[in-house]
């Protein structure tokens, strides 16, 4: 089993800045692959960003050049710096750890932009 623990979000104006973190714990395999999803009210849970053990990213169209995303694999934490927020943005974030064969998420922390 593997727990994840977000930290981060809340309310800002748009055009700030706000920062997620998610450390993983449990049977975590060096191999992975950790990310960011999001779900605005109304609509389904959409990629972010994610990147793998060895450091590879991929970001949605609509976030890059925006956000970026890093980690620290001895502290198996994922990190997520928002910049340039969007009322678009506003949405409850979730973690995702993916593993050979298991997939888990985070209980989501909410992202709220005012314009």
């Known amino acids: 089993q593997v727990q994840l623990v977000e930290s981060g979000g809340g309310l800002v104006q748009a055009g700030g800045s706000l920062s997620l973190s998610c450390a993983a714990s449990g049977s975590i395999f060096s191999i992975n692959v950790m990310g960011w999803y999001r779900q605005a009210p109304g609509k389904s849970r959409e990629l972010v960003a994610v990147i793998s053990s060895g450091g590879m990213t991929s970001y949605a169209d609509s976030v890059k050049g925006r956000f970026t995303i890093s980690r620290d694999n001895a502290k198996n934490t994922v990190y997520l710096q928002m910049n340039s927020l969007k009322p678009e943005d506003t949405a409850v974030y979730y973690c995702?750890?993916?593993?050979?064969?298991?997939?888990?998420w985070g209980q989501g922390t909410q992202v709220t932009v005012s314009s």
């Open positions: 995702n750890i993916k593993l050979i064969g298991q997939n888990y």
